[in-house]
């Protein structure tokens, strides 16, 4: 009768295997949280953009007429508190400016310094799905490698380098292919997942508590009231433009009657 050869499993390989499992599920969750953050900035600047297309602009035209006004008093009235006044409302008018038209006044053709394309380079040799050792590693390069993408656009530098230096750590300072070794490295490759879920959080916890997700959520409780939140704000800011602009033809009567 043959010897039947049975295969004992060694406690590092349970635990392995079980780690394994948790990397997977890990994984899976640092997945989700990626796609639900990014379909959250997608939509809060969907929002945004309407906003300032509908509203921003208004704000912006009503405090350059309000600046305006200020200056012009200056004229009129020749004090330090008008100047003072004066330089605020220019302030204010060049701040609600830039962030209704700034995007548009600094568009320019994407053209990173050297060293972050070097570095993109360097990190994409590494993390680059082609490189995958297994289908459940081609998911997780996908996603680091999306990752790295949009940091590279953004010229975010931390990133990259993070991303670098997790795969050294995991990859380069554990040596040996044994399961202790392996072990030692997927436990790595939790922690750094797990790291990258809470940092997901935090930033979803501040997207969720800007003052545009607010106005969202206030535009949305309008809308359930068969209420448009944007117009209505519109339609007010127009009503204060126009007295805005009777103010200031006001003021400009006042310098002419006085010879200034």
Request: with cysteine; net charge negative.
């Amino acid at each position: 009768m043959p010897a039947e050869i049975i295969l004992q499993q060694t406690p590092d390989d349970v635990a392995l295997l079980d780690k394994r499992e948790q990397l997977a599920g890990v994984r899976a969750k640092l997945a989700d949280c990626e796609s639900e953050l990014a379909q959250l900035r997608a939509q809060l600047k969907a929002f945004e953009d309407r906003y300032f297309r509908q509203v921003g602009i208004l704000y912006a035209e009503l405090d350059d007429i309000e600046a305006r006004i200020a200056e012009r008093e200056v004229d009129l009235y020749d004090s330090d508190s008008a100047r003072h006044r004066a330089d605020e409302a220019r302030q204010r008018a060049q701040a609600t400016h830039d962030a209704a038209f700034g995007d548009a006044d600094e568009i320019e053709e994407f053209d990173p310094p050297p060293s972050l394309k070097a570095l993109f380079r360097d990190v994409a040799k590494r993390i680059h799905p082609d490189f995958a050792r297994d289908d459940g590693e081609q998911k997780h390069f996908t996603l680091l490698m999306a990752r790295a993408n949009q940091a590279y656009r953004r010229g975010d530098t931390e990133t990259l380098l993070r991303l670098l230096d997790d795969h050294r750590e995991i990859n380069a300072s554990i040596a040996g292919e044994d399961a202790a070794a392996e072990l030692l490295r997927i436990t790595r490759q939790i922690q750094h997942a797990e790291r990258d879920i809470a940092a997901l959080d935090a930033e979803r916890h501040t997207l969720l508590s800007s003052e545009i997700a607010q106005l969202r959520l206030d535009a949305e409780a309008a809308a359930r009231e068969h209420r448009d939140l944007l117009t209505e704000l519109a339609t007010g800011l127009r009503e204060q433009i126009a007295d805005a602009r009777y103010r200031f033809a006001f003021v400009e009567r006042q310098i002419s009657a006085h010879g200034r």
